[in-house]
């Protein structure tokens, strides 16, 4: 088992201008709306909830939806979903895969249960006679766009793989009895928890310039050690036990062919390549929050970045 000391990295928070403004949309148009549906991330469902989202908007009945299961552990994921659901009120919450497809269905079938439980409890005794109103918020690149994409299919919302594409509120009405609000990703004010900000960094909801590639790329490898997740790493020619850290970016630069003159190895185009990797789900199923929190243990040290890494790893396969 390797462990890892991240705590020399300072907090990284970022709440540029248009997120508080896109937070006080929210608040204005929460009357009009019979459900909020919160995005997070399957890999990091707490790191990338925004729970201050939740405080905002808890006059609704909340659906929490956990997406890009794809690239999470099962089990995991639905151990979380159960804590959370159990954690806040008048709350549920479904599982998807928005790139497959897979539980959409889910989300309006356990909306209108969400509503018609509200409604009951605010003695309404009158059936709803117009669509249902969903609001749908979450920290940037979660997939918001390309769930209502999904739900839509006529692909109005723009995606991409960087944190901050959508910009504004925009209300899309589905060809079934459905409204959606669709918001732009908001990051919780102030600075997250220094492995929660690395997290959010990993998937891309905090732009991965502003802690720095090296360190991300540092931290996956943690994750991957950690998870015991070799699999990738040995596809790119990484022998383990590995020796040293720099071994594993030299050997991965060579097998891509990323040089600069003189033959050195190019380590920032192939820190580049491991990030776009792992976006891509190269890595495969890995949850990166663990209950019950969010410290890694910590009797191995990595020293980093002026230190050479030793990382005594065994490998049972060799
Ligand atoms: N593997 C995987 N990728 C997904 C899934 N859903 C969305 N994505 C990808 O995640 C990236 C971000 O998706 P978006 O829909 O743009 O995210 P967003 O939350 O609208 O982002 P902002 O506009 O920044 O708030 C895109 O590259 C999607 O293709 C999923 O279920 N699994």
Request: hydrophobic share 35%.
């Amino acid at each position: 088992m390797i462990n890892f000391d991240f705590s020399f990295v300072k907090g990284v928070g970022w709440y540029p201008g248009h997120m508080l403004k896109a937070t006080r949309d929210i608040r204005k148009q929460l009357k009009l709306v019979d459900v909020v549906m919160i995005l997070t991330d399957a890999r990091t469902p707490v790191s990338a909830l925004n729970e201050g989202l939740i405080k905002i908007t808890s006059t609704k009945p909340t659906l929490i939806v956990l997406n890009k299961a794809d690239l999470a552990e099962d089990e995991k994921t639905l151990d979380w979903a159960e804590h959370l659901k159990s954690k806040y009120e008048n709350c549920d919450y479904v599982i998807t895969e928005t790139i497959n497809r897979r539980g959409l269905k889910q989300i309006t079938n356990t909306a209108r249960q969400l509503i018609k439980e509200d409604r009951k409890k605010k003695g309404a005794t009158r059936p709803l006679f117009r669509p249902i109103r969903l609001m749908i918020a979450g920290v940037p690149n979660v997939g918001k766009s390309s769930l209502i994409n999904a739900l839509n299919r006529k692909k109005s919302a723009r995606t991409g793989p960087r944190p901050g594409v959508t910009r504004s509120q925009q209300w899309i009405t589905l060809a079934d009895d459905m409204e959606l609000l669709d918001t732009p990703g908001i990051m919780p004010p102030g600075n997250p928890l220094v492995e929660c900000g690395l997290r959010l960094g990993l998937i891309n909801a905090v732009k991965q310039d502003l802690i720095g590639k090296s360190l991300l790329v540092t931290y996956l490898m943690s994750q991957a050690f950690k998870h015991e997740n070799y699999a990738y790493l040995k596809s790119l020619g990484v022998a383990f036990p590995v020796k040293d850290y720099d071994d594993i970016l030299t050997t991965i630069a060579a097998k891509m062919g990323y040089k600069l003159p003189g033959d050195e190895p190019d380590i920032r185009k192939t820190e580049e390549f491991i990030l776009r990797s792992y976006t891509d789900g190269k890595f495969g199923k890995m949850t990166l929050d663990t209950p019950p929190d969010f410290q890694a243990p910590g009797d191995v040290k990595i020293l980093w970045p002026d230190a050479k890494i030793n990382l005594d790893i065994e490998d049972e396969e060799n």
